[in-house]
């Protein structure tokens, strides 16, 4: 099988070319970003990494309004809008935490139906505030449509159950079997993202999230099919800050390429091949 790691262009404040060589020498395979509608920003982005060979993995996370009709047109219009740009595929923050089950449904079967007109796969992510908020919520939503396919951001999970979900395990397992792409941020009982993964206190959780991984991983490896990775620790409010200065605590860039490098020699013995192991 093939694992790619991503980088996120979240957070970056450099020249996206200048990113995107600096994505390059770190050893990543590509870029996960919500390309702008902008023409001419678009066709940029999609020029820096074609020129540092860098693949694309779309991100939508636009999901703010709460009317449902106008939800779907703007949903539906920058799903159309990444596709346009040929992604390996795009990863969708779907829904609303307070729309019914068959309000979301409608966005999820919007979302296939784009997928089979413009030959582009879309996942969902786990992800607070959508449809997929809570473990158990997405037991259910997994059970009454088995094709969804799944981000998996666990981070989420755990400060929503205020847990490290001990207490879910079957919604957990039934959700590692629907995923194809990691968002390999680091949660706790307290919030979405430790402070820094390498530091003692937060080496409990860093474990128990590897555990996970290494349960996606099994996966592929059974299936023999590529699973992607994005190192998603994100910037400043996610990233802490120091009181009255706003200093971030840590570099987001760094701990980024440590989970990058740690995933890399963690599964580069498990039978994995690709440009990336």
Request: aromatic share 10%.
């Amino acid at each position: 099988m093939m694992i790619k790691f991503f980088a996120p262009a979240w957070g970056n404040t450099l020249p996206f070319d200048r990113f995107c060589q600096n994505v390059k020498a770190a050893g990543y395979d590509g870029v996960e970003i919500a390309v702008p509608l902008d023409v001419a920003e678009k066709i940029a982005i999609l020029e820096s990494l074609a020129k540092h060979g860098l693949e694309l993995i779309g991100q939508y996370f636009q999901s703010f309004e709460t009317d449902l009709d106008e939800h779907a047109r703007n949903y539906e219009k920058y799903l159309r809008h990444l596709s346009s740009a040929k992604p390996l595929f795009i990863n969708c923050q779907t829904g609303k935490d307070f729309f019914t089950f068959e309000q979301n449904r409608r966005l999820f079967e919007l979302a296939d139906r784009i997928s089979s007109e413009t030959g582009v796969k879309i996942i969902h992510e786990t992800h607070r505030g959508k449809a997929l908020f809570a473990a158990h919520i997405t037991r259910d939503y997994l059970q009454k449509l088995p094709n969804l396919r799944l981000a998996l951001d666990i981070s989420h999970w755990c400060a929503v159950h205020e847990s490290m979900l001990e207490n879910q395990d079957e919604a957990v397992k039934l959700a590692i079997r629907h995923t194809d792409h990691i968002h390999s941020r680091v949660g706790h009982p307290e919030g979405p993202q430790v402070s820094d993964p390498r530091a003692p206190e937060w080496a409990a959780f860093l474990e128990a999230h590897l555990a996970w991984w290494d349960q996606v991983m099994a996966t592929h490896l059974e299936n023999q099919t590529v699973l992607t990775v994005t190192t998603e620790f994100g910037p400043a409010p996610y990233l802490p800050t120091l009181p009255y200065t706003q200093m971030p605590v840590v570099s987001q860039w760094d701990v980024n390429v440590f989970m990058l490098n740690l995933l890399k020699n963690r599964y580069s013995g498990k039978d994995v091949s690709g440009s990336s192991c």
